[in-house]
């Protein structure tokens, strides 16, 4: 009979990949803490929080953080359109995983193994705004089946992780 493993006793390999997550607005302490749990099972560089008032000791976001907000590197920025500059300057491909008319979906991007990646996420309610929506170099969604056009920004922001850091290898 298999044996369930811990966190202590798994041998998956750390890696950081060049992958920035730039949040337009987020704000549930839950959506954050489960961020920082997602982005450090995926090696994010950085989280980048815009937009936003953060209560960065809230129980909630720290119990769903489960410590991980400890290790991965995050800052708050007052300008996001700023961000979205500097991170093109310094060569990142800027995304936004936002269901546009216009956006591409996410088994279809392509990527080179070198690229680095600043992905923008947006609010609970209102997704990626539309002033960062035009200057962001593309816009990418997860091809879904049923009726509803969303899912909740933090499981998305897991599957598009999942996808690009396969490409990214």
Same mark, same amino acid.
């Given at each position: 009979m298999p044996n369930q493993l811990t966190h202590t006793s798994t041998d998956f390999p750390t890696k950081k990949f060049p992958i920035k997550i730039v949040?337009? !607005? *987020?704000?549930? %302490?839950?959506? =954050? !803490?489960?961020?920082?749990?997602? /982005? @450090?099972?995926?090696?994010?560089? @950085? =989280? =980048?929080?815009?937009?936003?008032? #953060?209560?960065f000791a809230s129980s909630r976001l720290r119990k769903t953080a489960r410590n991980t907000d400890k290790v991965v590197p995050y800052r708050v920025s007052e300008? #996001?359109?700023e961000e979205?500059? +500097? !991170?093109?300057?310094?060569?990142?491909?800027? #995304?936004? *995983? @936002? $269901? +546009?008319?216009?956006?591409? %979906? $996410?088994?279809?991007?392509? $990527? /080179? +193994?070198?690229e680095k990646i600043a992905l923008v996420i947006g609010n609970e309610q209102h997704g990626v705004s539309k002033a960062i929506l035009e200057q962001v170099l593309q816009s990418i969604h997860i091809p879904m089946f049923g009726k509803n056009s969303s899912i909740n920004v933090t499981q998305a922001t897991g599957i598009a992780l999942f996808n690009l850091t396969k490409l990214l290898k």
């Open positions: 949040c337009d !607005g *987020l704000q549930s %302490p839950a959506n =954050i !803490g489960a961020l920082f749990r997602i /982005s @450090e099972a995926f090696g994010v560089s @950085e =989280i =980048i929080f815009c937009n936003a008032e #953060i209560n300008d #996001i359109s979205i500059d +500097t !991170g093109k300057k310094e060569g990142y491909k800027v #995304i936004a *995983l @936002e $269901l +546009t008319d216009e956006s591409i %979906p $996410l088994d279809k991007v392509e $990527l /080179s +193994t070198e």
